[in-house]
């Protein structure tokens, strides 16, 4: 019985691996379709986005029958409960890059993002990019080195995301109306992805040491 | 023992039900102060949320609890772990009615939408409050009537959501770009609150008929 649940447990961790996994290949091509107007690689993105869909729903039907069957406790029950709220935001990063590439896709052959804020974007990319491979990474060692890495990540990309804001209301922006949309979009868009990586690794963090740190305490 | 489980059962669906008022109640306000530029009935909504992630935090320590001390199995455990995804969803909602008040509080004296949009923006936050009540409802009285409206409400926010987007990219539009920004993001709070809401009623109505309805079928 025991065997069999540790295997399961296992079988979870895995998926949220795979899952992780799949998210950054989504980022890192979403990226690609968005800086480089590349629509086929956006359609790419969006059509591989079910496969997320899936698999988040996989591995939630594999915890509620570990729950059912093995009646877990401790420190097991919480490993199993996190894992649902890991899928969920895992699932969600999914949309996200899906989203950026609807955005690359929506404006083909045009690209999305004006000249004067190419720089930007090209870092709050990378940085989402990093976060989610620094996901993985913690879902795969459970060292929490990678923790304060994506931590540092989301504050710069805060700053980023602020900063965009403020040259759309600087005099000097004179884009249409609908790459101020878009602009504010992909930013916010951006934003979320790697807020969602944050909760991602504050609940390893947790499950890991058992402390739970406020959301104030990790920006 | 029997009789405890069924107690805590009952206190995990009360504190969603007092979760979904107190969204309820958040929404309400913020539309009065985005609407009205009412810097602090804004700044009330902005405090008052912190209770609500104090209810969601409780409520998820508690469907911990009866996991780990009653090993609920079957529909009992459906039950417990749709719980944990509802309150997320709702702790959610409240973030947004949150965010709508920060952009009234941010633009205060001003009001944040310009005259052309008002129609649309009242309709879509009476949409959001409409939805809000009805989850409500149906997490008082799992009559899965108000799915059908809670599904038609949501199509409709989708529509004006589209249209905030035409009027933006038609050659008529001109107001700030700090405007745009506003615009864009607004529309977007209210068309998550919206989703969010739709998914907590998936969700009831999974655990009250055992169906899952796949998310395409429900737009």
Redesign the interface.
């Known amino acids: 019985m025991r065997k069999v649940f540790q295997a399961e447990l296992h079988q979870i961790g895995e998926e949220l691996i795979e899952i992780s996994t799949l998210v950054t290949e989504a980022m890192e091509k979403s990226v690609r379709a968005f800086a480089g107007a590349d629509v086929e690689l956006a359609q790419e993105v969006i059509a591989a986005d079910a496969r997320i869909d899936f698999l988040q729903n996989d591995l939630d039907e594999r915890a ?1 029958d570990v ?2 069957l093995q ?1 877990p ?2 420190s097991d ?2 490993m199993i ?1 996190g894992s ?2 890991m899928s ?1 935001s895992l699932e969600r990063m999914g949309d996200l890059a899906r989203h950026v590439a609807q955005l690359a896709r929506l404006r083909y052959p045009s690209t999305v993002i004006p000249a004067s804020l190419t720089a930007t974007f090209d870092e709050l990319a990378e940085l989402d990019i990093l976060i989610s491979h620094k996901v993985t990474e913690l879902l795969e060692t459970r060292e929490l080195a990678s923790v304060t890495d994506i931590q540092s990540a989301k504050a710069r990309i805060s700053e980023l995301h602020g900063s965009v ?1 403020k040259a ?2 600087s005099p000097d ?1 004179n ?1 249409s ?2 790459t ?2 878009d602009v ?2 992909a930013s ?1 868009y951006f934003e979320r992805f790697g807020d969602h990586g944050v909760s991602v690794a504050r609940k390893v963090s947790y499950l890991v040491t058992g402390q739970w740190q406020p959301e104030g305490f990790m920006v």
């Open positions: 509620i729950l059912a009646g406790v401790a029950l919480r409960v649902l709220r969920a804001f759309i209301a922006w884009e109306a609908a101020t949309v504010t979009l916010r």
